[in-house]
């Protein structure tokens, strides 16, 4: 094949905003999703007619909205894309960043646009972009979310039978009392699972500690972001205060919260996720800061396509740091259908790290046309 030059400009861009069904209700600490997801999917075009694919997956009790990524691309980041060389990536973000503020998810999309399309153009895989790969497969997790928790005894049947064996039970959103009963149901009928519990915030400080005690019982392998965000205080007593590790997620979107994080003491590992983090390069650096504080990382994600999990896989697969597993389920066990040509790689309860160029598997345009709702382009 001619190998494509650096300096070959990107000449289009074209963001979607798509509405994607699920299969159930799930709720968590600060919020609860039915019925659909909004995503944003991005895509560039170099001057051979290569294509890049990026996602925003925003939450809007979490990191924000669909109207906002997908305006961020569409009008704010337009200009700094077309026109910039394949291979100026960091410099391209760096102008991105500078552009736009608190936009993580669409920078997320964006940086993920430019290294497949780089990729592409170069015949590498993503994560060769990224440093080279230190894993093959990453063990998947899948949260139990259903308030419904008979429904999620079917879910554990299924994952058993594929062999998936980490589940994250989202806690405290319908009492202390539900999330005991789980865990005990959990316990003596799944005794293999790892099972993590994710407060999402959920928690009132005044509570936490007496009712973490009860959790620490069931020997959980984390215990993450028990309390709302901003309560690095309220997070460093409890870590004092409990044997299990404090995972913080939604007190870490930026490397400064990670270093504000390691100096106030207030976890012993982190969820790490390019939405949050605004990309995947920063995501890295992240678990980078952790690591050198003693910490493990995890790799979280949001409510996400395909697209999305691909960008987060690349990503974990150059940082060997995230050593605790991901969460990239949704278009396998909670979408009614993903955005990808073929199936989200999962084998034996491990996400497979793809070795093809770019992102290492196509879009399908027909389905990004079927769950449009908006379509910006030149
Ligand atoms: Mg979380």
Not at 282 to 302: L, V
Not at 344 to 366: H, S
Request: aromatic share 6%; charged share 20%.
């Amino acid at each position: 094949m001619t190998m494509a030059s650096t300096t070959e400009k990107i000449i289009a861009m074209d963001v979607w905003q798509v509405s994607m069904p699920v299969t159930s209700q799930r709720d968590h600490g600060i919020g609860s999703v039915a019925n659909a997801i909004d995503a944003v999917i991005v895509r560039l075009t170099s001057e051979s007619g290569v294509h890049g694919f990026g996602e925003a997956s925003p939450w809007v009790v979490f990191t924000g909205t669909a109207e906002n990524s997908f305006s961020a691309l569409h009008r704010y980041l337009r200009p700094v894309v077309i026109g910039s060389a394949i291979g100026d990536i960091a410099g391209t973000m760096e102008i991105a960043r500078k552009s736009i503020v608190n936009a993580t998810e669409a920078l997320a999309a964006l940086e993920t646009a430019l290294l497949d399309l780089a990729g592409k153009c170069f015949n590498l895989p993503v994560w060769a972009l990224l440093g080279g790969k230190c894993r093959d497969a990453i063990p998947l997790s899948v949260s139990l979310a259903n308030p419904d928790f008979d429904q999620d005894i079917e879910l554990l049947q299924t994952l058993r039978d594929d062999k998936v064996n980490i589940v994250k039970l989202k806690t405290g959103t319908c009492g202390h009392e539900f999330d005991l009963m789980r865990l005990e149901i959990l316990r003596a009928d799944f005794p293999e699972f790892d099972v993590r519990v994710d407060y999402n915030q959920g928690m009132e400080p005044t509570d936490a500690l007496r009712q973490l005690k009860d959790i620490e019982a069931f020997a959980v392998t984390f215990i993450e972001q028990p309390v709302a965000r901003q309560h690095f205080g309220v997070m460093a007593n409890l870590r004092a205060n409990l044997d299990t590790p404090l995972m913080a997620d939604e007190s870490v979107f930026s490397a400064n919260d990670m270093l504000r994080a390691v100096k106030e003491h207030i976890c012993d590992c982190v969820s790490v996720k390019i939405m949050k983090s605004g990309g995947l390069t920063h995501s890295k650096t992240i678990s980078e800061i952790a690591a050198a504080a003693g910490m493990a990382s995890y790799g979280g994600d949001m409510f996400e396509t395909g697209i999305a999990h691909l960008a987060g896989t690349h990503m974990i697969a150059a940082s060997p740091n995230i050593s605790l597993g991901c969460e990239f389920y949704q278009a396998s066990y909670y979408l009614e259908q993903d955005l990808l040509a073929e199936p989200f790689p999962i084998k034996d309860g491990k996400v497979q790290v793809p070795e093809t160029a770019g992102l290492g598997i196509e879009v399908d345009m027909e389905k990004i046309s079927h769950f449009a709702v908006s379509h910006g382009k030149e």
